[in-house]
């Protein structure tokens, strides 16, 4: 009896198969016959979707003591949904393989949502990508049956994919995660804010002001999350990019708590100019010296970004991915708890170097590097006396002339050096007397994918106020 049942149960999974495989193919087959219309001209092209795992140069992070772990990510990035020059899938698909572990697509005034078609023939973007290149490497991926194109008018077309689709390609638990993001783009003032973790589309505002610009699509994004329950946060893109905004707009912006101080557009001065912009570690300084000492205000952390438009196949260098991210630290890979740890400055940014341990008591705060082979390291404490000159003059040029549109010169009280320590652990014990205290790490390490020729790798490590530190 018992050889009869396996032998009919045996039959019955086969039926279901062959069942299974043949509404497969009939499935298949009606799918073409939708309104839009594949291109077949070419052979089915096989699709590697090892992407999907955790091979190659990944390496899964490993807790600390309390179950934390540092999740890698980067919160500016650009597709064919606006200005990049690459497909979101593509895109995607780059910092998945190169060890992300998140990613906030944001394009400019628009979320990857609903149908949109591209001419593949005349859409500038792909062409400044490298024309057929752009669409070669994204068929040669991920393959005809995933990629959608249509004739319309004569003209072949190709539609992007939105968010929740390129979703189901790459969302792994504990592994890597999207978020949907917008650059809200303000023109007028040249004023960009990233909305991370956003819930519905917010067209941008303008203010009689830069200042006022800021602050306008800074709290359009916090009335949202508090209209929504979504947890979300704003940040301001890129101060120095076309010497648009200066310390002086974004210093009394009650809700400014996070702001790009390293973006890997090579368009933005993140070093400053000779022309008075000022570098942005120097212009972080300021901003964090005179809302605690001056405005009684929030301080402001720092991210790095890559504003990356151009990727593989690009015939520009300009905005290349993997510039900057930032290192979160969080029990779990969600938008909810990446988001809170952003907050709490539980994050440090980076163009390459890695932090082992960050410990802040209400003594001093410590930090111990992920060392490279051969690599030394420069560790240095920054902070502000409470007792700081806060005056300021005009930039002045060569000719004389003041320049209202530049950040002004403050004293040297400003961002001083507290200590300096060569090696991959340091401590600084707290006075009482700074308004705060951040660090910055310089690498020797030369970086390879640079912004600027000869930069060297260096992480920032987010400010905190001493005597809001409190003994249990």
Known sequence: MKSISYCFISILLLSIILACKAFGQAGHS?????????????????????????????????PDDEGYYWWKGNLHT?????????????????????????????????????VRWIDLGSNYFI???????????????????????????????????????????????????????????????????????????????????IEESIRLNIDAVLDQRERTGQEMIPHLNHPNWRASITAEDMIPVENLRFFELYNGHRGTNNYGTDQGEKDLDRVWDIMLSQRLGVLDLDLVYGFATDDAHNYESSTVDVSVPGR?????????????????????????????????????????????????????????????????????????DQEG?????????????????????????????????????????????????YFAEGEREKAWLQPVIPENRHCH
């Open 30 to 62: 009606h799918s073409q016959s939708h309104d839009h219309e594949h291109d077949h001209s070419h052979t089915h092209l096989p699709v590697d979707y090892s992407f999907h795992q955790n091979a190659g140069i990944y390496q899964a992070p490993e």
């Open 401 to 449: 002339n003041e320049h209202a549109d530049k950040t002004r010169i403050y004293s040297d009280d400003i961002g001083q050096i507290l200590k300096q320590a060569r090696g991959t652990r340091a401590s600084y014990e707290f006075t009482g007397d700074e308004l705060y205290v951040r660090v910055k790490i310089i690498s020797t390490k030369l970086k390879e994918n």
């Open 324 to 396: 900057g991210w930032v290192k979160v630290r969080s029990k779990f890979l969600t938008p909810e708890n990446i988001v809170r740890s952003l907050e709490r400055g539980d994050f440090y940014s980076s163009t390459g170097v890695s932090v082992q341990s960050i410990n802040v008591d209400c003594n001093q705060y410590s930090i111990e590097i992920k060392p490279e082979n051969e690599i030394e390291y420069i560790i240095k404490f920054i902070g502000t006396p409470k007792d700081f000159d806060p005056s300021s003059k005009p930039y002045v």
């Open 127 to 209: 062409e400044r990508g490298g024309g057929d290149i752009v669409y070669d490497i994204y068929r040669e991926r991920f393959g005809d049956d995933w990629i959608e194109t249509r004739v319309n008018n004569g003209v072949k077309q190709v539609r992007l994919k939105p968010l929740q689709e390129v979703r189901a390609l790459f969302e792994k638990p504990q592994r890597f995660i999207m978020i949907e993001s917008e650059e809200i783009t303000q023109e007028e003032h040249l004023v960009h804010v990233n909305a991370t973790n956003i819930l519905e589309l917010i067209e941008p505002k303008t203010g009689h002001s």
């Open 78 to 114: 650009h597709t064919l949904w606006s200005d990049g020059d690459q497909f979101p899938e593509v895109v995607t698909q780059w910092y998945y393989e190169h060890g992300y572990h998140f990613l906030a697509l944001s394009d400019h005034n628009i979320l990857s949502r609903g």
